[in-house]
């Protein structure tokens, strides 16, 4: 058992690092372009929203008493199986995440060009404005519940209920937040402007949380350690599929026309560059 939970967090931290440094491919290729063409604002926008959801969720599970009393009476005792781990990968993702949408919001101040698909499309923005009010609506039967007398959390609506809804919204971006991109591969016919090496490390990312979850759930010996926390369970196994996807977008259907778009961006990048040289001298 003690090797168990020594690879429990080993697994715990490397996914910690490759989901962490996943969010810094995307990020340095849209500066080094100087562009975020090729990408929707979409993608960003909805992430932030998700990881500080996750990020409140999380720190909820981990730190507050009441939230871990109200869990252990509904999940037979046990603890939730949020890590250290969890919490640090979520406040890093919340702050990367909102710096890559600023390259979409505030190009000036990056110096971009002007791209299409900058505004967020409405779609994206009632699903946010949809979470919020899902959120709020929970609050609302909770504190109703708790105005007629003392509950049960084992049965009746409680706190753990608000930390759930919170949750879920990260459950449900993360099942919906990669779809306009792939529609934006598809339309370009191409995945140039999206990082294929952000996804790699998300894949990876991706099969290691899912296996600490299940080694962490088998050392209880109670499979409610992945049931009661599906937002963890969800947050893997969604995007290893979408990985899967942007894989065989760019390595199978779009492969000829990435590689056409590549040399000819280095082309232009070797120009840019003796140009530059030519200046100095």
């Known amino acids: 058992m003690g090797f168990l939970s020594f ?37 960003p926008f909805i992430n932030v929203l998700g990881f500080v959801a996750y990020f409140v969720s999380n720190i909820a599970f981990y730190y507050s008493p009441v939230i871990r009393s109200q869990y252990a009476a509904r999940h037979n005792g046990l603890t939730p199986t949020v890590q250290f781990n969890d919490i640090t990968f979520a406040l890093h993702a919340s702050i990367i995440s909102s710096i890559t949408l600023s390259q979409y919001l505030l190009r000036p101040l990056w110096g971009f060009t002007s791209a299409g698909g900058t505004r967020p499309s409405r779609f994206i923005v009632g699903l946010a404005l949809g979470c919020l009010l899902g959120v709020f609506a929970t609050y609302l039967v909770v504190a109703s519940a708790a105005a007629r007398g003392p509950v049960d959390p084992a049965t009746d609506w409680c706190q753990l209920d608000i930390v759930y809804a919170v949750g879920y919204v990260k459950l449900l971006i993360t099942l919906i937040k990669f779809t306009p ?5 598809y339309r370009n016919q191409s995945t140039k402007g999206w990082s294929i090496w952000q996804v790699t490390l998300d894949f990876v990312g991706g099969v290691l949380s899912t296996g600490q979850q299940g080694i962490d759930s088998y050392l209880q010996r109670d499979w409610s350690g992945v049931t009661g926390n599906p937002v963890k369970f969800a947050l893997g196994n969604a995007s290893m599929v979408y990985d899967c996807i942007f894989f065989f977008q760019h390595y199978i259907l779009y492969r000829a026309a990435y590689s056409k778009h590549t040399s000819e961006e280095d082309a232009l990048l070797g120009d840019e560059e003796r140009q530059r040289r030519r200046r100095l001298d």
Do not use: H
């Open 181 to 185: 991109q792939i529609l934006a591969n």
């Open 7 to 43: 690879v429990s967090g080993v697994f715990g931290w490397i996914y910690t690092l490759c989901w962490s440094a996943s969010f810094y491919p995307q990020l340095v290729l849209n500066f080094r372009r100087r562009s975020t063409s090729g990408t929707t604002v979409d993608f």
